[in-house]
């Protein structure tokens, strides 16, 4: 809070969705084990910090996030002392570990759920709990999977919020016993040297006791009551107060449907960060959950200057353009055909030389892109199943194929299939089955291959990681925007706070071969370039010149 420089702002975090990382015992799914078995890989790859998605006990209704106990870990990845293993592993090569922590909801096979439904005490109020007809809901609410966001418990005869699956019950954060127990449960595993969290739907954990209808025309319907809710920040504040602002850790808080303003409060409350999505709903339609429209440069733009400029002078950003929950960068922002490698580097490019906490998301670093599914039997998502069934009941749509594109572009399994590690079978990743198919370019984008080319993706994120980790500018420099309109070129500079030079940033968004132009008032003596995605051109000056593909371009300047 308020420090100028931090370990967290200098880090480069690797996230990785363990049941598609690596598996070490043939069962098709990702472990521990197969996590240490690549320490060295992440090693090599420079990363700094490793965010591990839940690997908690679980029913794995959806990927973890329905924690059942939040001090064991599933028997799928392999037991605590697999995760003390793998802490140590990763400590003794200076790269941390931050847990991803879900607070908000557990699965409703958690112990204090069961004996909420009970009512038993002082478990009663553990849980958002309403009587009234089992045939009318409390309030119109609607959850973010789709459907009701309240389901009918026969043996408590009463109605329980669940703001995602109807497996995941919402905690009640108003009761402080609950409250007692999370901060014990954060303390736990800040002792056994967590270095940090990044905390699930962080914004959701406060709701309006009165639980008043929503706007029947907002998505999803209650959100008003619910996203950044009335004793929010009270609660992030005392979570900070009571733990977190004794370790020195990182945290980051997902927060849904904030804007610049709202983000500053979770700043003040204690977080060091928070993931922010107003730069990932420029392609989104507002007709459902599957639509998707065409998106243009100034719309990035504007997204990413905003947060520039208004959250990074007070406080930090974090940087991403992807996770377990969005599609491939390069099949969203990118060139997944004839430019893949070169859009893959230029999308790079961009999240590495913004001032903020660059987040790669597993097989980024490889240019992996969206896979292929044939039918909706090859999902495993259960967002995805549960809004598809949804389409079809409704009448909206009468066949999968009707939507089937929308649904490949948009299912959170694009991200999820496992890193193909070799071009052997099923990628090298498992000796068994995978539990989700494997992306169908795997003999063409796969670690073994990139490792040995030195123009690959894999390798020019290496050298990324090296120019950040050895230019001050490009983690504290302040961010100046160049050409405000230009379609295709977005450009900026990276000016410094302790006199070292300045650094240019050029980035061509598109296919076509647009000419650059220097502002006048941007003046340099000398100028060196630092890295880019293609070959150097030969140019005696970079007041103006043209750009190829999807080229990325980052000149220093003094």
Not at 284 to 299: C, I, K, M, V
Request: proline residues 5%; charged residues 30%; negative net charge.
């Amino acid at each position: 809070m308020g420090r100028d420089s931090a370990w967290w702002k200098e880090a480069v975090v690797y996230q990785i969705y363990p049941r598609s990382f690596y598996n070490s015992d043939a069962d098709g799914i990702g472990d521990l084990r197969g996590i240490r078995e690549k320490v060295d890989y992440l090693d090599e790859l420079g990363v700094d910090v490793v965010w591990l998605n839940p690997v908690y006990d679980s029913p794995l209704v959806d990927g973890g996030y329905d924690v059942r106990e939040y001090r064991s870990i599933h028997p799928d990845y392999g037991a605590m002392d697999d995760w003390e293993a793998l802490r140590d592993e990763l400590h003794e090569r200076g790269i941390r570990l931050i847990m991803d922590m879900v607070t908000n909801h557990t699965s409703d096979e958690h112990e204090w759920f069961r004996k909420s439904r009970r009512g038993e005490d002082p478990y009663r109020k553990y849980y958002w709990w309403a009587g009234g007809d089992p045939d009318s809901p409390p309030n119109n609410w609607e959850s973010f999977f789709g459907g009701p966001a309240w389901s009918y418990d026969e043996r408590r005869e009463a109605w329980y919020l669940h703001l995602f699956d109807q497996k995941q019950p919402d905690l009640n954060w108003r009761n402080p016993a609950v409250r007692e127990d999370i901060f014990e449960m954060l303390r736990w595993w800040l002792e056994k040297d967590c270095d940090g969290f990044r905390f699930d739907v962080i914004n959701l954990i406060s709701k309006p006791s009165a639980l008043p209808d929503g706007d029947p025309d907002s998505t999803p319907r209650g959100r008003e009551y619910f996203i950044d809710g009335p004793r929010v920040h009270e609660y992030v504040r005392e979570m900070y107060d009571r733990v977190l602002s004794e370790y020195d850790i990182m945290t980051v808080g997902e927060t849904s449907h904030i804007t610049v303003e709202e983000a500053r409060r979770f700043y003040e409350d204690g977080l060091d960060m928070v993931f922010t999505f107003q730069h990932l709903h420029i392609d989104r339609g507002d007709t459902g959950p599957w639509d998707f429209d065409d998106w243009d440069l100034d719309e990035l733009r504007d997204a990413t200057a905003a947060w520039q400029r208004g959250v990074s002078e007070q406080s930090w950003n974090s940087l991403f353009l992807g996770n377990h929950d969005q599609p491939r960068m390069v099949s969203r922002f990118g060139d997944e055909g004839r430019y893949r490698v070169e859009s893959a580097k230029m999308l790079a490019t961009y999240l590495f030389t913004l001032r903020g906490t660059p987040f790669v998301y597993q097989g980024d670093e490889l240019g992996m892109t969206n896979p292929t599914f044939e039918r909706l039997d090859e999902y495993r998502d259960e967002e995805t199943i549960q809004q598809v069934m949804l389409a079809l009941r409704s009448g909206g749509v009468s066949t999968f194929d009707q939507i089937r594109e929308a649904v490949d572009f948009w299912s959170r399994d694009n991200a999820r299939t496992p890193i193909p590690w070799s071009d052997e079978r099923n990628a090298g990743f498992t000796d068994g089955e995978p539990w989700i198919k494997v992306c169908e370019n795997y003999p063409e984008v796969n670690v073994e291959r990139e490792r040995d080319d030195e123009d690959s993706v894999l390798q020019y994120y290496r050298r990324l990681i090296d120019l950040r980790h050895s230019t001050p500018v490009m983690v504290y420099g302040r961010y100046a925007q160049l050409l405000d309109d230009h379609p295709e070129i977005y450009a900026y500079l990276r000016t410094p706070t302790d006199g070292s030079r300045s650094l240019l940033v050029v980035l061509n968004f598109f296919d076509g071969e647009p000419t650059f132009r220097l502002p006048n008032d941007v003046s340099y003596d000398r100028w060196e370039k630092l890295i880019g995605n293609y070959e150097s051109a030969s140019r005696d000056s970079i007041r103006e010149f043209d750009l190829r593909p999807y080229e990325a371009l980052v000149y220093a300047l003094e």
